[in-house]
């Protein structure tokens, strides 16, 4: 049996990725462990069809473990700083693709610092970034919700 390292990927999203993306986007347990509020299904294919795909600032990639869609990465930039965000299906959850599939992505994303701010009660998803050399330092807050901002590369003040 082939290592699972052996079997991820990322590649430009397609379109027919979105309804498998869609769904790991209202994963209960992905929405509580994120905090994040999933968007209404219009909402989601319009953000993604017309904000993210076509924007030349944000480099997005689609995670595949074995040939399956897993979920997404994708940096962006807010008021001059670079983020990167993802995320996983939660069939893939604590086999090793988050971590490899970062490993990947800060490959072929040369900016930084390069900042990420997950949800603070997320404790997988802070020591993913900190294992791949991300630092804390300091927190935001993000709808009422503490968030925890780590940066790769030359650090800079907390916000």
């Known amino acids: 049996m082939s290592d699972?390292?052996?079997?991820?990927?990322?590649?430009?999203?397609?379109d027919e990725d979105l309804e498998v993306l869609f769904a790991y986007e209202h994963d209960p347990e992905a929405v509580r462990r994120s905090m994040f509020v999933p968007r209404q299904r219009d909402d989601f294919f319009r953000h993604w069809r017309e904000r993210v795909l076509p924007d030349p600032d944000c480099l997005v990639r689609t995670v595949t473990a074995g040939g399956e869609v897993a979920g997404s990465v994708v940096s962006w930039t807010v008021d001059g700083r670079r983020f990167v965000g993802y995320w996983l299906g939660r069939p893939y959850w604590g086999r090793g693709i988050g971590t490899h599939a970062l490993r990947l992505f800060l490959e072929l994303e040369p900016v930084r610092p390069l900042y990420a701010d997950p949800f603070s009660g997320n404790t997988a998803s802070v020591r993913l970034l900190e294992r791949h050399g991300f630092?804390?330092?300091?927190?935001?807050r993000h709808e009422e919700r503490e968030h925890v901002l780590l940066v790769l590369g030359e650090a800079a003040p907390a916000t």
Do not use: I, M, N, P
């Open 4 to 14: 699972v390292h052996d079997t991820v990927a990322l590649r430009e999203v397609l």
């Open 135 to 140: 630092e804390r330092v300091g927190t935001v």
